[in-house]
């Protein structure tokens, strides 16, 4: 997660810490309107939509898409099915949060 409470005035270096902040090399803001800030602050930075920003289906996930998310997070209250509709409904990668015997059963079935 990265991005902040309010949209902030950014130097170089301030850009250069959000492009350093987040899991890994990409940023997941919370909501939508956090996407447009890191676009203009740090654009090449890999936006991936987080769950916090309510991503249930297909047309959601392809708002964050043309929003500039490369990967989504779809919400933790999505069926096997529901996901599986989601990733066959937008252009935007699929993540999802999944745990225990459901992960291990259904992991060869809807692993591609």
Same mark, same amino acid.
Request: net charge neutral; with cysteine.
């Given at each position: 997660?990265?991005?902040?409470?309010?949209?902030?005035?950014?130097?170089?270096?301030?850009?250069?810490?959000?492009?350093?902040?987040?899991?890994?090399?990409? /940023? =997941?803001?919370?909501? !939508? #309107?956090?996407?447009?800030? %890191?676009?203009?602050? $740090?654009?090449?930075?890999?936006?991936? &939509?987080?769950?916090?920003?309510?991503?249930?289906?297909?047309?959601?996930?392809?708002?964050?898409?043309?929003?500039? /998310? =490369?990967?989504?997070? !779809? #919400?933790?209250?999505?069926? %096997?099915?529901?996901? $599986?509709?989601?990733?066959?409904?937008? &252009?935007?990668?699929?993540?999802?949060?999944?745990?225990?015997?459901?992960?291990?059963?259904?992991?060869?079935?809807?692993?591609?």
């Amino acid at each position: 997660m990265c991005g902040g409470q309010s949209e902030l005035k950014f130097s170089g270096e301030g850009q250069s810490k959000l492009e350093s902040s987040g899991n890994g090399n990409e /940023c =997941k803001p919370l909501n !939508v #309107g956090l996407v447009s800030l %890191i676009q203009r602050v $740090a654009p090449n930075l890999p936006i991936h &939509g987080s769950t916090q920003m309510s991503i249930t289906s297909p047309e959601g996930a392809e708002f964050a898409r043309e929003l500039g /998310c =490369k990967r989504v997070v !779809v #919400g933790r209250e999505l069926s %096997i099915r529901d996901i $599986a509709a989601v990733r066959a409904g937008t &252009g935007a990668e699929v993540e999802a949060f999944v745990h225990g015997r459901v992960l291990h059963e259904n992991y060869t079935q809807y692993s591609h």
